[in-house]
């Protein structure tokens, strides 16, 4: 209700009361006191419900702010960590007057107080046990009050349908307000779509790991026709990867990147086995058979909508940069960044790994072998970068070179998930 209406029905009020108390004065009259008793009764009860309606408005208004401000923000946010950390930024910020806890709630873990820089007090941990079955947002005394002068709090499950995934803890020492309805209200509304969002980022993040394991599987398929292969695409990937950070491309960019090396080969599933596995030197027919791999992996991976800003890699890793590659014959920068970077990967595991034809060379002999074939097969700054970057790691530790090995092979990861921290309601 604005200002002014209060004012002036206020006013009004006080009017009526003096001229009720004239009235008495004047001994007007029973009858006339009387009317005037059940007007001020009247005018009281319409301004309690105005006043009543006018909380709710502004806590409707203050829910609508909130969640506003939060799905502003949601573009921002990549993982359950950072939904959390935004949910308890506005919490705290709406209720700076109070304490705001979080804790995750599982049946297969213990409870874990999240956020919190020292060990939870005996009371909190004993408040938040309490808590556990709590279906929706209620408030409850602390009698006796706490060594911290809590004599209240709220609590709020962190849930989404049949899914729980945390507690919400307010607390309430005897200097500040006592919680309203209105404030229940907003938190299990904060609470429910923290819920909802957390619920979304783990559906995502399952989905994600499916088709990890689904790629790999696929990758394996084709690493199965040729024993000297198998693990190649992996290790690309990890290579690959490893060089697309230490250019600082963008996690998304990372991302298809990897996707790309995993599945630059897919396409020889489709190339026959006596030209894959064949080792002595190859004819002119075999070898443009097997030059027709990044056109089937292209093909193969091309059906896959969301695999797109990979394709370039897939399709180009095979061009040198002096022109001299296949499948098009593109020559320096116009050869795609993605697929440069896979190219020397590619180049560098092949080096470093046995085949039919000769035993696997030492990285220091491949980083050699990668130099002489700077701006001629491999793009000579990424050469270069590669080149740092893998000495910088292994010069000076012997069994470095084991350790990034099997880290290589059993490199599947999703960067997507990046950044997770302590603060995951995670079970």
Request: hydrophobic share 40%; with cysteine.
């Amino acid at each position: 209700m604005p200002v002014s209406e209060a004012t002036t029905a206020n006013d009004v009020v006080g009017q009526l009361a003096r001229v009720r108390d004239h009235a008495r004065e004047l001994n007007a009259g029973d009858a006339i006191t009387q009317m005037l008793d059940s007007v001020a009764d009247a005018l009281d009860q319409i301004l309690g419900e105005h006043q009543g309606m006018a909380d709710e408005l502004i806590s409707a208004y203050e829910q609508l702010g909130i969640v506003f401000d939060v799905t502003h923000k949601l573009p921002t946010v990549r993982n359950e960590s950072e939904v959390l950390s935004l949910f308890l930024r506005s919490l705290r910020r709406t209720f700076s007057s109070y304490s705001v806890f979080a804790a995750s709630r599982s049946s297969s873990a213990p409870l874990r107080v999240l956020d919190c820089d020292t060990d939870p007090e005996p009371w909190l941990m004993k408040a938040f046990q309490n808590a556990i079955s709590a279906q929706k947002a209620t408030v409850q005394p602390i009698d006796p009050p706490s060594s911290t002068g809590v004599v209240e709090l709220m609590v709020a499950p962190v849930r989404s349908r049949e899914h729980s995934f945390g507690i919400i803890l307010i607390t309430r020492n005897a200097n500040t307000d006592e919680f309203r309805a209105s404030d229940m209200m907003i938190v299990e509304s904060l609470a429910n779509f923290c819920g909802d969002l957390i619920r979304n980022h783990r559906l995502v993040r399952e989905m994600r790991e499916m088709s990890v394991q689904m790629v790999r599987s696929l990758v394996n398929a084709v690493d199965q026709k040729d024993e000297y292969t198998s693990g190649h695409s992996l290790r690309v990937a990890y290579y690959a990867t490893r060089l697309g950070s230490e250019l600082n491309l963008r996690d998304v960019d990372l991302q298809m990147l990897q996707w790309g090396a995993l599945l630059h080969d897919v396409g020889k599933i489709g190339i026959r086995d006596d030209v894959l596995k064949k080792e002595g030197r190859l004819t002119d027919d075999e070898f443009n058979h097997i030059k027709e791999h990044p056109m089937r992996s292209h093909t193969v991976v091309q059906a896959v909508p969301q695999l797109a800003d990979a394709l370039a890699g897939i399709l180009h890793h095979h061009e040198h940069y002096n022109g001299k590659g296949y499948p098009y014959g593109l020559s320096g920068e116009d050869i795609p960044l993605q697929a440069r970077i896979i190219q020397i990967a590619d180049v560098f595991d092949a080096l470093t790994s046995n085949r039919s034809y000769r035993k696997a060379f030492t990285w220091e002999k491949a980083l050699d072998i990668l130099s002489s074939e700077a701006g001629q097969t491999v793009d000579p700054k990424l050469q270069q970068t590669f080149d740092a970057m893998i000495r910088r790691e292994l010069a000076h530790d012997e069994t470095a070179w084991g350790r990034m090995v099997n880290a290589a092979s059993a490199f599947v990861q999703d960067l997507g998930d990046e950044g997770s921290t302590h603060q995951e309601f995670a079970p």
